[in-house]
């Protein structure tokens, strides 16, 4: 089993203010995915990772693939409180398997 | 285009009774799967499927049956229902088990008493 490790597991911030969180594992992936889900919704794809080493941006959103392919990070830019939800990391072929997420508050 | 729909949305259950989940998705994909969502430990995958005809077990998959007859339905049945299955369960779809872009259900809530 491929286990993803989130952290923090909860994150309150004021608005303006940059953060980092992390999705860590002993075991190599093929690829990893970061989703943000809101209250009441289903997870949504934010973005894949693919290769070691790989930075990616959303916006104000940096996702990075660690160099071993068995970590991931994501940082946040100058937060809004637009950005309050759970960021959960995935990973995995058939079974895909997600990390317990962390808990963003953005405070106005 | 609806995506993936889920019904119901809530549902409240007696410990013993049994139910099905309903899982539909309108984009022709071949890979389906359910998760439960508790708090602090995020999704874990019940069963999944990576086509028609084909099902497989997941984290958890005890007390939980699938079947998958057709490429667009993925009932999940729960057979005798106990407090311990209570949770919100989300049933997800992606175009193949390589292209493991997931797109989510909006959930249903269980309550079992």
């Known amino acids: 089993t491929q286990l993803l490790e989130q952290s923090p597991q909860f994150l309150s911030i004021q608005e303006g203010e940059n953060l980092t969180v992390y999705c860590n594992s002993s075991?190599?992936?093929?690829?990893l995915q970061w989703y943000r889900q809101e209250p009441g919704e289903g997870p949504v794809l934010l973005v894949t990772?693919?290769?070691?080493?790989e930075v990616k941006k959303l916006k104000r959103l940096t996702f990075q693939f660690g160099d071993a392919r068995k970590d991931s990070s994501l940082h946040i830019t100058a937060a809004q409180p637009g950005d309050t939800g759970l960021y959960l990391c995935?990973?995995?072929?058939?079974?895909?398997?997600f990390g317990a997420g962390t808990r963003l508050t953005v405070k106005p | 285009n609806a995506g993936v729909t889920q019904t119901p949305k809530f549902q409240v259950l007696k410990t013993g009774q049994s139910m099905t989940l309903q899982c539909a998705q309108d984009m022709n994909h071949e890979y389906m799967s359910w998760y439960r969502q508790d708090p602090g430990m995020g999704l874990r995958l019940i069963h999944y499927s990576v086509g028609a005809g084909i099902t497989d077990q997941g984290e958890v998959p005890n007390g939980y049956n699938v079947s998958r007859s057709t490429t667009e339905d993925f009932p999940l049945r729960l057979l005798s229902a106990a407090p311990s299955q209570t949770s919100v369960y989300f049933c997800?779809?992606?175009?193949?088990?390589?292209?493991?872009?997931?797109?989510f259900g909006q959930g249903t809530r269980l309550t079992v008493v």
């Open positions: 990772v693919v290769t070691g080493g």
């Open positions: 075991s190599v992936f093929s690829s």
């Open positions: 995935a990973g995995g072929d058939n079974d895909m398997r």
């Open positions: 997800a779809s992606s175009y193949s088990e390589l292209n493991t872009e997931a797109f």
